[in-house]
């Protein structure tokens, strides 16, 4: 059973646990959602000038739609403002800034009739974000820009939660990601080649849940969540944001979701900054997840250690990633 909880008025810590378990948490628009989401449209209508961005597909050249969303998002992602106002929706949805960290939020763009479904605007297979060196306590905050349909929105698979599937999150290192794929997404037009991890498996789609939330409406889920981009078949062109939280004490206790089947190696845990001041989770909490990720069920396996990359990952962050 997943439980959906809408405006929940629960302390960030039982919210937390409950995300663990499977849970997925829905909000209504607030003062600092509806903030992040005027400066995300002031942005993309004025680089899509004159043409209104949801539709904007039908009338340019895929090129030179990947051309303006190659400098949309990474300015996006850059701005100060974005942290700024992303800092405000963490705040007023219950998390102590001191003790919550947060990733650069995400610009996402999903065309419709399979207009652009690669690189810069990918169509995301179903996935969870663990299998992507993620750590079994992120949680994902997902909110739309405009308004969406039950045809352009997000997916969630719940029956695979508590379920294992084979994957191919063994061959994904974050690091060698960060160093040879992230970068190169606008390069990736007709067909994505990068190295990604997929299931192994069929996958039963159904049952699955879409939530048709308005402008601005949060979704938070678990990484360990398996979901995946609804085909668009809309007509208009999806423009979402997302970003993820850890919390400093889930990081250092080791606590979140049970990890079943993810064995990424590196960890994300070295992009994310405090609420309340930007700093960067302490070396000695984020070393031990360098490792990568042990399922639970699979004690024996012992992975390969990693050494950390070198280089400014804060400047690899900027590029838009998966």
């Known amino acids: 059973m997943t439980n959906i909880f809408v405006d929940a008025t629960m302390p960030d810590d039982q919210r937390r646990q409950s995300l663990y378990d499977g849970a997925l948490f ?3 628009p607030t003062p600092s959602v509806q903030a992040l989401v005027a400066f995300a449209r002031q942005l993309i209508e004025e680089a899509f000038h004159p043409y209104d961005p949801r539709t ?10 990947v051309d303006i969303l190659a400098k949309l998002k990474p300015f996006f992602i850059h701005h100060p403002r974005s942290k700024e106002l992303v800092g405000g929706i963490l705040r007023e949805l219950g998390c102590d800034p001191e003790l919550t960290y947060f990733d650069v939020p995400r ?3 999903a065309t419709s009739n399979d207009y652009l479904t690669t690189g810069i605007a990918f169509a995301f297979h179903p996935h ?9 306590c992120q949680q994902n905050w997902w909110l739309p820009v405009y308004d969406i349909t039950p045809d352009n929105g997000l997916a969630f698979h719940p029956r695979y939660f508590d379920e294992a599937i084979k994957n191919g999150s063994r061959n994904y290192d974050y690091y060698e990601w960060n160093r040879t794929s992230r970068a190169s997404a606008a390069q990736h037009i007709k067909t994505d080649t990068r190295v990604q991890p997929k299931p192994e498996q069929e996958i039963a789609l ?6 048709v939330a308005p402008s601005g409406g949060v979704t938070i889920f678990s ?13 208009l062109t999806r423009f979402s944001i997302d970003f993820r939280t850890v919390h400093v004490a889930d990081v250092g206790g080791r606590r979140g979701a049970v990890n079943l089947d993810s064995e990424s190696t590196g960890t994300n845990l070295r992009d994310f900054l405090r609420v309340s001041d930007l700093a960067r989770l302490p070396e000695e909490m984020v070393a031990p997840y360098d490792q990568g990720s042990v399922p639970q069920d699979h004690l024996i396996y012992q992975p390969t250690i990693v050494p950390r990359a070198t280089g400014d990952l804060a400047a690899d962050v900027a590029q838009e990633s998966v």
Request: charged share 20%; proline share 11%.
């Open 26 to 28: 829905l909000y209504s």
């Open 56 to 65: 904007a597909q039908f009338e340019l050249p895929v090129e030179r739609y």
């Open 107 to 109: 610009l996402r763009s």
């Open 128 to 136: 969870r974000d663990t299998w992507y060196s993620a750590p079994p």
């Open 206 to 211: 159904d049952p699955q849940l879409r939530f």
């Open 223 to 235: 990484a360990a969540h398996l979901h995946s981009s609804v085909p668009n078949t809309s007509g």
